[in-house]
Each structure stands twice: as C-alpha cells, then as structure tokens.
C-alpha cells in the first residue's frame, strides 16, 4: 500500500534560519506530489505539487521542494523563515485517477521571533 | 468566493448518540473527498462523493458510517452509535474535477468529541 513517511514531527526555528522538511513516499508509479500548510485555526491550504515536468516547483510564500525520483522523496524548502510561518506541514502524494490523497503524519514547525 | 465550508466546527456528543457533519464545497463544485485525522497523525481518506453517487468508500468503517452528497444542499457524514474512538477532527475537501491533477480544497474541519 502507498504510505508517505514525514520525518520530522516538530521542528523549531529562529526566525531567518533556513528550513528544510523532509518527505518520502512509497509507491512505484507515476505520483502527483503535495505539500498543504495548516496554519492555527485555519484550514489546509495548497503550498505547492508536482505532477510532472521541472522537480524543482516554486510555491507561494518563498516555499519549493524538489522532487528526487530516485530516492522517492519531496522534500520542502525555505532559504529563510519567519514567525509568521508557524504551522503544521503536511506532505502528500495520489496516485492518479482521482483526488485521494495520502497524507503524511505532519511536521510542526515553530519559528521563534 | 466562499471555500468549503464545515460546521459545526467543534462537535460534543456523548457515547450512543449520532453526530452529523456537513460540508458544504466551493460553488460549482461537484467533488467531495472526506477524510479523518486521529491525535498525531495526518489525515486519513475515508470517502469520495460526487454528486449522489459514492465513487470510492474504501476509508470508511464497515458499521456505523454514512455518507451523502445529494443533489441539492451540502455533504452529510453521519456516524451513528459514537464511541470514543470517533473523536477526531473530520476535514472535507472539494474539486472541481475527479481527476488527480485538480488541487483539493480543504474546509476548517469539524472537531468531534465523543464524552
């Protein structure tokens, strides 16, 4: 069965410091890949996904992750975090057909000021 | 341009009694996608509807659990009998397609407690 492994389950930061999560999945095939931001009190929004092409993909608010076939990973990046970033990371990945995601376990990020 | 919206928002129900969730998705959208999230863990899929019809069930309990998705009003997860175990925070999603491409919109959830 398709699983997505998230490794860090909290992480804390200074403001400014440069993050990096990590994310791996176990399917074979062809998958879109996903990663959602909760932020506190709010809903999942889309930070960013893949589905072909480039596996390196821009998302909003200065977030990329690069997706590494090889190592079956896609892994989530920023050069320089802010307070303002705190929130829980959800990585996911479907299979496709249609819209049923495999989500990972999430990472709790805290930046402090 | 309203997203999906969840309510109740926060959900108390003693042990035996039924609890109903409604979503209602983003306007336009005939796609609804339930899922499940247990403390410290990430969500889990349970259903997929679109448009009175259950396109995929296979996240759902055997017992106990329903889901709808009528032609008109919004998405109803009804779990009856509830136990402890149900309490969770239970999210709904919504798309304008059932292909895999098409990014899922995600409402606030519904927190159930179940006393």
């Known amino acids: 069965a398709q699983s997505v492994s998230q490794h860090n389950h909290h992480v804390i930061l200074s403001e400014a410091a440069s993050l990096e999560l990590g994310c791996n999945y176990s399917?074979?095939?062809?998958?879109?890949l996903f990663w959602y931001v909760q932020y506190p009190g709010q809903h999942l929004q889309l930070l960013l996904k893949?589905?072909?092409?480039?596996?390196l993909v821009k998302g909003i608010k200065g977030f990329e992750a690069e997706f590494i076939k090889s190592k079956f990973s896609f892994n989530l990046r920023k050069p320089s975090v802010q307070w303002s970033d705190t929130a829980e990371y959800f990585c996911?990945?479907?299979?496709?057909?249609?819209?049923?995601?495999?989500f990972g376990a999430g990472t709790r990020l805290a930046v402090h000021p | 341009n309203a997203g999906v919206m969840q309510n109740p928002r926060h959900l108390v129900r003693r042990r035996g009694q039924e609890a109903r969730l409604r979503c209602s998705p983003v306007?336009?959208?005939?796609?609804v996608y339930w899922y499940r999230q247990l403390p410290e863990e990430g969500l889990k899929f349970m259903v997929y509807?679109?448009?009175?019809?259950?396109?995929?069930e296979s996240g759902m309990p055997k017992e106990r659990f329903s889901a709808e998705f009528p032609k008109e009003g919004p998405s109803i997860l009804r779990i009856q009998q509830v136990v402890r175990g149900d309490s969770a925070a239970y999210f709904c999603?919504?798309?304008?397609?059932?292909?895999?491409?098409?990014?899922?919109?995600f409402g606030q959830g519904t927190r159930l407690t179940v006393v």
């Open positions: 999603a919504s798309s304008n397609s059932g292909t895999g491409e098409t990014e899922a919109f």
């Open positions: 399917y074979g095939g062809t998958v879109n």
């Open positions: 893949y589905f072909s092409g480039d596996p």
């Open positions: 996911a990945v479907n299979v496709g057909g249609y819209n049923k995601l495999i």
């Open positions: 306007k336009g959208h005939s796609h």
């Open positions: 509807l679109q448009k009175e019809n259950i396109i995929d």
